[in-house]
């Protein structure tokens, strides 16, 4: 798989997608097979930057004490650590659903994973080491927010594929191409069977079809054909069977020998 797959597929996608009142984003999907994502060693974990970076603003959030909060400004959210325990169990929900990165003073990661942990886990979204979202009580938040702006973190679920955003539908076809790639060969390298390891990918706008990368227009076309002419075909009802039950043999009336 290499750039001119994704340079055909991404052309496919923007002409076959119908348009919408709104930028919708271009979406990369990469189903994985005999990858058990139970087992922390398959899971796919991985950050990098695109070389087309896109402008989508990315939600921060920083959990922090006295020594941080003041440079966490930059920050869409600040939760300083006296909040932590007046923090509801849907309200850690919805932090999760709202933002797309945790930060995190160091010093406090204790009070963090105690309070945090349980939901932002799951969600793979604590503060990660990785993205360098663990700062010293001396460091500096600006720069990391700035850098996160560019960030991508590749990562399995709850499902055995990986959906990342590679851009939006008004972007270079040859820069979302670039962006696909550089995704794409991340996973293949962090994948112990490589290329076998991978069932399919596909490229997708938010709200169009999913166009599998080094499919022809017209093997689409006959795809979505095949598709619709499934799904509007009647359901065979299946036959009852008939069962037959057996009668029991009529009792022969009991005759009186008259006998007193």
């Known amino acids: ?53 896109y402008k989508s603003k990315v939600k921060v959030c920083a959990l922090v004490s006295d020594a941080l909060e003041k440079k966490a ?25 709202e933002f797309d990165f945790f930060i995190a003073q160091a010093d406090i990661m204790p009070k963090v994973a105690s309070s945090f942990g349980k939901y ?3 969600k793979k979204k604590m503060p990660n080491p990785k993205l360098g979202a663990i700062i010293p009580p001396t460091g500096e938040v600006d720069p990391l927010v700035k850098k ?12 055995a594929s990986i959906k990342v955003q590679i851009g939006n539908e008004g972007d270079n076809t ?13 996973v293949l390298h962090d994948l112990p069977q490589g290329s076998q390891s991978i069932k399919s ?15 022809s227009k017209d093997e689409f076309k006959k795809r979505q054909k095949e598709k619709l002419v ?31």
């Open 1 to 53: 798989m290499d750039k001119k797959d994704f340079i055909q597929t991404v052309s496919i996608v923007k002409e076959v997608s119908p348009k919408r009142k709104f930028k919708q984003s271009v979406d990369l999907v990469i189903n994985l097979k005999g990858v058990n994502i139970k087992k922390a060693e398959e899971n796919i974990d991985q950050i990098l930057r695109f070389p087309h970076p």
């Open 73 to 97: 400004s930059v920050c869409q959210r600040v939760i300083h650590e006296s909040q932590f325990q007046g923090l509801k169990k849907t309200d850690i929900k919805k932090l999760a659903r």
């Open 120 to 122: 932002l886990g799951p």
């Open 148 to 159: 996160l702006q560019d960030t991508v973190h590749l990562m399995t679920k709850s499902e």
């Open 174 to 186: 040859d820069a979302l191409a670039d962006n696909a790639l550089t995704a794409y060969n991340a």
């Open 201 to 215: 990918v596909f490229v997708k706008l938010t709200m169009g079809p999913s166009i599998k990368v080094g499919e």
């Open 230 to 260: 499934a799904k509007e075909k009647p359901k065979e009802v299946p036959k009852q069977k008939i069962v037959k039950v057996k009668k029991s043999p009529k009792k022969k009336p009991e005759v009186e020998d008259g006998s007193s």
